[in-house]
């Protein structure tokens, strides 16, 4: 029961802003299947990691049993830049859906780098100056990753090499001249910088490019740079538990309403936002304290958690990252190029994958891309913020829940992330104002070609 | 000074939100100079208003004596979806320019139309459709403005028509595509549309468009379109009054902190953020209580304040607006094509342009653009905000002034006023950052063509 007036923003103080990140892996008893060498087959190990990833988020990568990590005094500053984000109770919306279900949403968006990606960014960059590293790769889609990554670089002050997929490239001059006006440097992928951009190529001329092939560019360079390192936007298991905050934070704001979400709405890409926005409320249905239901939206066009198998995977295109068990379309998975947001990367986060596996995340629902900007529009109209293309994914099943609602007359109430904003993505409305967008829901024939190269792992997946 | 420990972002509550309004010109012993009816050279009317502004702007408008409006409570809960907008200390910034002075600056970037100007935007919508109008006319330079209006019309359902400066809508693509996604027609002005703009491009087939011409062709369709009225965004007397809700509560903000600002800095285009702004500290000034040093930063390429002529003069460049005394460069000053950003208006405020003109504003200031572009990227690495060029002039004297604090040791407390952000500004961001921005000062020589051109009035300028 809601004791008080819920205001239409619910901001935390800086003070009660979370001081550490919440490792979901502690309280899963059945814990996700471990990384793997791909050369041995054997569980990865620290000192394996270290020559990719900065030691630091190596360590809380192979973490499966710390519940609760100290977030760095320095890290805290720079979160207290854009940090505690808000709560909104999206009145307007439920007014003009005429539901009884109440509608909430956390917002990610007002940083300037427009997403929620800016939370594990900032720990990323931080730790890889700590170290005393002399640079950072990393690969983008749509570039709310490269845009945050740019922008926390620039403020610890360490170099960075961004390869954004080419077709973003193009689609996007102005997304990367943000990145450039931060300092980074981008290249489009694949390109002709690395051994492995070279072979796609070659292989594949015309090709528009694919995360998986960027993160292949990107884990090159660092690996073949002395004090270069690696880092990842999504799907691993410490920026899962960096976006944790953005859980922990709508948590404790809805808390002190009384209000306790009855369904919990999140887009699905790699995962990191939805891993994050559920955290705490996960911790509660695996501590059996609470069993809200747990929705991961994706696209159809690019069904990795719906559609998917649930098998070790290679993380990128050029198949030289560790083996990851997770739901997946295939390291050589390439979503059509009509296409238009994010969401576009051939796995999942194998945390997610593992809740899913097991039944603690409830549902994985593939939505059809013209239908998510319908609902883009809704929102838009009547909440006032034009959402990024992923996010709108969350409000179209936000809005599709709120009407169900309506119709039996449940008060339920819903929580979704609004991870960012779509400034970036105005060529995908432009598409759909002028009735030129279309969807595209592969087959299971296009599906099977991409499992048919699965990587073989002996004794594990033969 | 200060009591307890400033947080980065201080935020009001929903409701410490102010729920008036505050009228500048109430406390102004010598009011600003009345508007004219260029036919007959008298003060203009309420009934003569009617037909171009909706009712109650128009009163607004005229309405010298009512220190505090209050606000409609339909308006109350629009501002509630964004308002209030943060104070943020600039830490980092002071860090890392080394200044004992306290840099605070009010940042109206934080909703989705990414400036101040939907503070205006709501009411005027809200009266128009409130009067029962039909449709709403409006210009757009940058295309700010426009965009915090299109949302505001489809927030309060009331059709809109839009006219682009030409050269924006040709290097804004997006930013048109923003507007026109939340349901506005968008129209490059000149065009074939209105007599004015006709007659424009008749004289001047090249022409790339202004502010004064784009105001002219929707004055033009409002008069002339049954139920339409016309809105701006800028300049007049009942817009600055609704901006100045973000000066009362960048005053509340900081009360509660014990700080008192001794300098104030906003960007003057047209002069309402500024007004705003400055609104609640100029009232101490008037009202002999403090006495801050108030500064207006405009581009050195735009020089209204602080090179104009202080006269009366019309509106728009098609020279059907009523007569306005204000600083001004002349109706038909167009700015240089190099000019980047917006404050590309030909006048200033009245209201601004009086106190200027009597002493209570104390400085205008011009500044180049590419040090204003050097300044914004010194913002964007230390506080993680990618600003609009037109906020990045008061960010240029902010760090101006407070390196002056470096060298004298004063620690004075800075305010300045971030309106917004540069998401559609990365074409100009992009030539700053290739070294091809340039900058233009007009000589006197250009400057007297326009001042040539002021109208004469009958007994007041002949």
């Not at 192979?62 to 909104?88: G, K």
């Not at 780098?113 to 749509?142: D, I, R, V």
Request: aromatic fraction near 10%.
């Amino acid at each position: 029961m809601t004791s008080k007036e819920v205001p239409y923003k619910i901001y935390l103080t800086e003070n009660e802003m979370p001081r550490q990140w919440y490792n979901l892996r502690a309280d899963m008893k059945e814990k996700p299947d471990p990384m793997l060498n791909p050369a041995t087959g054997k569980p990865i190990t620290f000192e394996e990691l270290r020559p990719i990833f900065c030691d630091e988020c190596a360590a809380q990568e192979l973490d499966h049993t710390t519940p609760y990590i100290d977030i760095p005094a320095e890290i805290v500053n720079f979160y207290r830049m854009y940090r505690p984000s808000p709560v909104v109770r999206a009145y307007c919306l439920e007014q003009a859906l005429g539901t009884p279900a109440k509608i909430y949403y956390k917002y990610e968006g007002t940083n300037t780098s427009g997403s929620h990606k800016l939370n594990s960014a900032a720990p990323q960059a931080y730790y890889a100056k700590q170290q005393g590293l002399k640079g950072l790769t990393t690969e983008t889609g749509a570039g709310q990753w490269g845009t945050a990554l740019s922008m926390a670089a620039a403020y610890f002050d360490i170099p960075l090499q961004v390869y954004m997929v080419k077709v973003s490239a193009e689609q996007k001059p102005h997304r990367k001249a943000v990145m450039e006006t931060f300092g980074a440097s981008v290249i489009s992928s694949p390109s002709q910088t690395t051994a492995v951009g070279r072979k796609i190529l070659e292989e594949n001329p015309g090709t528009t490019g694919s995360l998986g092939c960027a993160i292949s560019e990107a884990v090159e360079v660092a690996a073949g740079t002395e004090g270069y390192r690696y880092v990842l936007g999504s799907v691993l298991d410490h920026v899962v538990m960096h976006q944790s905050i953005i859980g922990l934070e709508a948590k404790a704001a809805l808390d002190k309403y009384g209000e306790y979400p009855d369904v919990i709405i999140g887009c699905a890409g790699g995962g990191s936002n939805l891993g994050g926005l559920i955290a705490p409320y996960m911790r509660d249905k695996l501590q059996g304290k609470a069993s809200p239901h747990f929705i991961a939206v994706e696209p159809m066009s690019c069904p990795s958690l719906s559609r998917g198998k649930y098998a070790y995977d290679f993380g990128d295109t050029g198949c030289i990252t560790p083996l990851m068990r997770m739901y997946t379309l295939g390291a050589h998975f390439i979503p059509s190029p009509n296409h238009a947001g994010g969401l576009r990367y051939h796995g999942m986060s194998p945390i997610i994958s593992k809740l899913y596996h097991d039944g603690f995340l409830d549902e994985a629902r593939g939505v059809e891309q013209t239908k998510v900007f319908d609902a883009a529009k809704v929102f838009i109209k009547h909440e006032g913020i034009l959402p990024a293309p992923e996010s709108a994914h969350a409000i179209k099943v936000a809005i599709d829940e709120a009407l169900k609602c309506k119709e039996t007359g449940e008060e339920k109430t819903i929580l979704f992330g609004l991870t960012g904003t779509g400034f970036f993505d105005m060529t995908a409305y432009m598409k759909h104002n002028s009735g030129e967008m279309s969807d595209y829901i592969p087959t299971d024939a296009d599906l099977e070609k991409g499992f048919s190269k699965l990587p073989k792992v002996p004794g594990i997946q033969e």
